[in-house]
């Protein structure tokens, strides 16, 4: 048999994410019409064979119940349970802590997947090269723009047979552009013992005398701290850092690339990307929930059947409206996530953006993001000589008065924007 793990991290990451991670994880922000998480779960839920999906993370308990209730049941097939972490273990630590857990039943190979990253998550084409190399573990991969690579884990591969070669995680210099995805799929006797290699190397290395740098300068004045933070520092394991690599060394570790779309979710911004991808694969799976294409809705479109949108609005393209939400006469709504109970009064322009909850934009305002180029994975562009986000991110509850124009901007919660607000300010 075969499970599934999501790593979702917990509250003290993500930070990128804000304003709008204050709100709720990110994991459970709505992209599409759904949590991020939930077309992990999608995916999934695509393989006959697994039936138990774990999230693990350092979030509080309460924090995904709700979202648990609610998979379990669009999806009866799967028992979705979730892991606490007493404290951030790191990737490959979450899963040691839990082995037994996830041992339970003798399942032959599990997948891992980051839940900050938006995908087709080809899970069964990586199952079939897995079952055909007989591999021991099978990453996927994609191919970004050189310049671009080494904000990631990077693979060395042998094209003809797929194998990894060598792995390095973010490395300074270019080694290849064929970039690691953040899913994996391993076989249960490959991957617990190279995380207990891991763990062993570590704890057998010579502890090093901590010299004061200006970093722990203030430390040192309290004997016993430096051994606390040195004991939390041996707890975390990241697959990335100190195991992918090694498997790639002594181990049949192969490598999918995938051709389809993929993208992380880090900032707030992304979630606009992430949302265009995740509505395009619908538009095209011929979803039912997507608006219907009109002269005034361009697809994709998901309009959440408690909003209330006016017929002479134009909607569209890569467009998803939350519930309750008001979309007035004659505005204009572009490439843009309009969250819950939110209203965007008539011949308003919102384009690139992503409208926070409960916030309302008064009439005639415009609200303008600038569009990335698909290649860069970046959602940071550089205006005037300076780097700018490149999405207009309105928080919970924000106001932007009639007539107004907005650009380019981040605006925390509870803000009202009463004059024009270009690139370069933070509210
Ligand atoms: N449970 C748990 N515990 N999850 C964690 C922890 C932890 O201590 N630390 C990180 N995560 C989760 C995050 O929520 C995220 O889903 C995933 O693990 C990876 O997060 P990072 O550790 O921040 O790594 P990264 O996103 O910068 O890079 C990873 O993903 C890239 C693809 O998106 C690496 O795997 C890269 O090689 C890869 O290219
Ligand atoms: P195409 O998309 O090429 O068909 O042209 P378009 O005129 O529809 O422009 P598009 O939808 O790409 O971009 C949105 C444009 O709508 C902005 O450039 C604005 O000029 C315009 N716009 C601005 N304010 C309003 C408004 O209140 N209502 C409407 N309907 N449009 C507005």
């Known amino acids: ?137 099978v990453m996927l991969g994609t191919r970004v723009a050189s310049e671009a690579a080494n904000n990631f884990g990077c693979i060395v591969s042998d094209t003809h047979t797929k194998r990894v070669l060598h792995y390095v995680e973010k490395p300074e210099g270019q080694i290849s552009n064929l970039i690691n995805c953040g899913i994996y799929l391993f076989a249960t006797e490959c991957i617990f013992p190279a995380i207990r290699s891991a763990i062993k190397r570590r704890s057998e290395r010579p502890r090093l005398l901590s010299y004061p740098s200006s970093e722990n300068l203030e430390s040192s004045y309290y004997p016993g701290q430096d051994d606390d933070d040195e004991d939390k520092e041996n ?51 011929g979803s039912e929930e997507l608006a219907k294409p ?62 926070g909850w409960h916030s309302k934009i008064g009439a005639w305002a415009r609200v303008e993001g600038t569009p990335t180029p698909i290649t860069s994975h970046s959602t940071s562009i550089v205006k005037n000589g300076v780097k700018v986000q490149s999405i207009t991110i309105l928080g919970k509850e924000c106001g932007v008065g009639d007539e107004v124009r907005v650009q380019n901007c981040v605006c925390l919660p509870n803000k009202e924007l009463k004059r024009a607000s270009l690139p370069l300010s933070t509210f």
Not at 316 to 327: C, H, K, L, T
Request: glycine share 6%.
């Open 235 to 285: 707890t975390v394991v990241r697959l990335e850092q100190d195991v992918l690599s090694d498997i790639a060394d002594s181990r049949q570790f192969f490598v999918l690339e995938t051709k389809d779309f993929w993208r992380q979710i880090k900032t707030a911004g992304s979630a606009v990307p992430a949302n265009a991808l995740y509505l395009t694969k619908a538009f095209q799976l």
């Open 1 to 137: 048999t075969t499970k599934a793990v999501i790593l979702v991290g917990g509250p003290s990451r993500g930070t990128r994410f804000r304003p709008l991670s204050m709100e709720l994880p990110k994991p459970l922000f709505p992209v599409a019409g759904h949590p991020i998480i939930e077309h992990c779960f999608r995916a999934i839920a695509s393989v006959p064979e697994i039936k138990e999906v774990f999230i693990v993370g350092y979030y509080e308990e309460s924090v995904f119940q709700p979202f648990i209730n609610t998979v379990s049941t669009s999806f009866p097939q799967l028992t979705v349970k979730y892991l606490r972490e007493y404290q951030a273990l790191g990737t490959a630590g979450g899963l040691y802590h839990f082995r037994d857990v996830i041992l339970k039943g003798k399942p032959d190979r599990f997948f891992v997947l980051n839940a900050d990253v938006c995908s087709s998550f080809p899970l069964n084409d990586m199952l079939k090269l897995f079952e055909d190399k007989d591999a021991e573990a």
């Open 294 to 355: 009109s002269a005034n809705i361009l697809p994709p479109v998901y309009i959440h059947p408690s909003a209330k949108v006016d017929p002479t609005a134009k909607i569209g393209p890569n467009v998803s409206i939350g519930a309750r939400s008001i979309i007035g006469a004659g505005a204009r709504v572009k490439e843009t996530i309009v969250l819950e109970d939110s209203e965007i009064k008539h011949d308003a322009c919102v384009m690139y953006s992503i409208v």
